[in-house]
């Protein structure tokens, strides 16, 4: 699957741009050239030798409030992402197989999820657990599970009824055999595409946290409390927005190049689309020692 | 109405199932024996009979057609000879095995040894999209505890036996022709060298030409003594390689014998419109009138 | 195992056929569907994928299309009906509906010839039909866009027309939902609809492929009571060589898009003469009902009397 990913085009320059920003994430804290929390008195300043990015309205330099910031965001959108993963994808495929009263009452409770509001809900949660990024996080990773629990289910479902999969316990397959066997495949993709998506949501539900003051604590930098603090003195600096907003937009856009390669080199379609390029690039292997022979 | 001599009505009661269905066999203990089998589906005041007390007995070696429409029972009975539906009342016994009362666990366990396998009718969705043909042939065999190298030099020993060529493998499900499908679905259900075959409307789907390669690889497997069972709408489809043919109808057998006589001779209104309908290339067996006669009967 | 041209006298049977050629060409000189020499090319691959048919159709016959997935029979008769898959598209011959070359025709000549002058019927009715409408209530709709009637009377000709096509209670069945209908009824409703605009040309495209064996014996004698009451000209599709014979006068065998062999039914079914059409019939032979039932019918086939 990783190769078949990495043959794509699309998929190189996404697992590229990912392990740039697992990078930023691991590296980011030591890179800062400054202190991210110092402030000074030179505040809203433009680009110059010692701030590149300049400062924001406390002074503070900007890029290393974005290199230092980046760790908390990467972590914060895979708490996210891997909460609701693991919550909502494995009831939903089990659902399946585990009878009608597991099947309803995860039903009923993904339903409850769905209709919960969302920011109060975090309020309360976060009241009854104490305000940090990891239980805000968590909170929002079970709220945002509903949608890997019907994906998951409704991809399980297609498989779970289909002739292969009785043929395969007509052989005598047991649940385990089956879901491991046939239909994991089916539900990966979709919950790929799916991840992607929550990663990219993830970040932009920090940022949206930080505004309010749950979670992330002010002082503290991420990527989206930049974009949220720079935002308030656009008059100023109108492209301050610019560098964090590129970054999530790069690190989204490459989390949905992903999901899309993903999907694509993944089942009968994908398999038929690396077969193509193989065949294109077969050809052109043959074309190309031609001319250089008869030169 | 221009009734003819042959088309003189019989009373369906008439034609019961002859009492013995073992005596055109072989002397041999059957690969299957169904009594008085009943399958009812739906609870309480929605609960409808499926199949009411259908028996038969299929021997080694021998090739069983089961003839019904859509709706006459003739899925359910593969369903509860391969454990998938519950039967309501009457014995099952597979290989000298009564599974009427097998719980899960033991069913799992009868059907990994794999004397019992089942091919289904529409290979594109029995064989999962996503593995290749060698994963898909292997499954059985890995099921049965065989190790990967083991199954893959088990499968391509067999392939040549479905006409299949080793370089399929590799291929996925999609990338082969209709014909080259089906000889998979039947390799699959194969490779655990099963005593009993069950198919479901194996040749249905196909062109002259496939069907033709497929119905001479079950006669081979015949000949090695493996016992078939057709199921089909089609008494067409089975004539050529059926030893015996069972009419199903309305969940009841009705007709039980040689495929010669069931032919030439059926006794059931039901069977001699079956055999009516059937195209052959001399136009229909029977006229339009007498089909027409037969089909008021039945309704009747 | 003898063949049936061994037991036949095949001069007869030729002499036979031509005769029935000349009759069928001088009762009726207006033919309803004559196809010449039809090339149809994929243009996306470049390639050529039917290499020339021919036939010509009169009222009241049946042609009979031969050939496996793939062969070309159900593109030709998509190149008949105008709807061509996209990219493909008829690079040589002609068609002609009911003396009028089908090459320039506009897309409201299309819509007006379609129903009127040559409909037809394809496998899996039941994805011709819309689940949420009353089956009635579609064939209505056929009728009062063709024949432009009131609501009330194109009902009662939706009725009639569902009594036509042999369906036990029409009232009831005009009032139910596809999903309610089994296979050969949903058939019979679609066969129907497109009898509604009284068409000259009724194309069957596998049409009773899914369907059991009994059902489709219903409905191939409801096509051959219509053809025998209306006048109506059929084009039979079928991978079955003894569908088609059943109720065609003429057969075309395709294979890999090329006409291998054509003729009247019984030349073809008693005097072959290419491999793919023995091997259509051997397999008959060998494996089908006429292992057992070719002796007692030989003599006298229906088809006779057609000619």
Known sequence: ?295 | MSTESTAAPVEPVATTPSADPVSAVPSAEPVLQVDGLEVHYGLRRRRRSALGGVSLSVAPGETVGIIGETGSGKSTLARAVLGLVRASAGSIVVDGEDVGSYSPRQWRALRRKGVIQYVFQDPLRSLDPDLTIEASLAEPLLLQGVSREEAATRIRAFLSRVRLDEELLDRLPGELSGGQRQRVAVARALVTDPRLVILDEPVSALDSANRVQILQILKELRAEGVALVFISHDLGSVAGIADRIAVLYRGELVEVGAARDVIASPQHPYTRLLVGSAPTLHTAAADRAERAALRALLHA | MTTLSEKLHVVDVEAEAERAEDTSVAADPAPVLSVRDVRISDRAGDREIVHGVSFVLTPGRAVGIVGESGSGKTLTCRAALGILPAHFEVSAGSIEIDGRDIAGLSSAEWTALRGATISAVFQDPASYLNPSIRVGAQVAEVIRVKKGVKRGEARRQAIALLRAVHLRDPELVYSQYSFELSGGMLQRVLIAAAIAAGPRILIADEATTALDVTVQAEILDLLADLREETGLALVVVSHDLAVVAQLCDEVLVLRQGEVVEQGPTRQVLHDPQHEYTRLLIAEHEQYGLDKFLAPQLAPTPDSQEDA
């Not at chain 1, 995860?106 to 769905?114: I, P």
């Not at chain 1, 689309?273 to 193989?278: A, C, Y």
Request: proline fraction near 6%.
């Open chain 1, 1 to 295: 699957m990783v190769r078949r990913v990495l043959a794509l085009p699309s998929g190189r320059i996404a697992v590229v741009v990912l392990v740039l920003v697992a990078f930023l994430a691991v590296l980011g804290p030591v890179l800062a050239p400054q202190n991210p929390l110092a402030t000074s008195a030179d505040t809203l300043t433009g680009t110059s030798g010692a701030h590149w990015l300049g400062t924001d309205y406390l002074g503070r330099d900007v890029l290393s409030r974005l290199l230092d910031g980046s760790r908390i965001s990467v972590l914060g959108s895979l708490e996210v992402a891997l909460t609701a993963l693991v919550v909502g994808a494995v009831p939903g495929i089990l659902s399946v197989y585990l009878g009608r009263a597991f099947e309803w009452i995860t039903l009923r409770l993904a339903d409850t999820l769905v209709a919960l509001p969302f920011l109060l809900f975090a309020v309360a949660v976060i009241a009854l657990l104490g305000n940090g990024i990891s239980q805000a996080m968590l909170v929002t990773g079970v709220l945002v599970s509903p949608l890997f629990y019907r994906v998951s289910r409704a991809a399980t479902l297609s498989v779970a009824r289909s002739q292969y999969v009785e043929a395969a316990v007509i052989a005598g397959a047991s649940v385990g055999w089956v879901v491991r066997r046939h239909v994991w495949l089916k539900v990966l993709p979709p919950i790929a595409v799916a991840l992607a998506q929550t990663i990219g949501v993830g970040f932009v539900i920090v940022s949206s946290l930080t505004f309010l003051g749950i979670g992330v604590q002010p002082p503290a930098p991420t990527w989206g409390g930049l974009l949220a603090s720079d935002l308030a003195y656009l008059s100023r600096r109108p492209w301050a927005p610019l560098a964090p907003a590129v970054l999530i937009m790069i690190t989204v856009w490459a989390c949905n190049l992903l999901a899309d390669a993903i999907r694509d080199v993944s089942g009968e379609a994908g398999r038929a689309l690396v077969n193509n390029r193989k065949a294109r690039a077969n050809r052109l292997d043959k074309a190309e020692p031609a001319p250089a022979g008869g030169a």
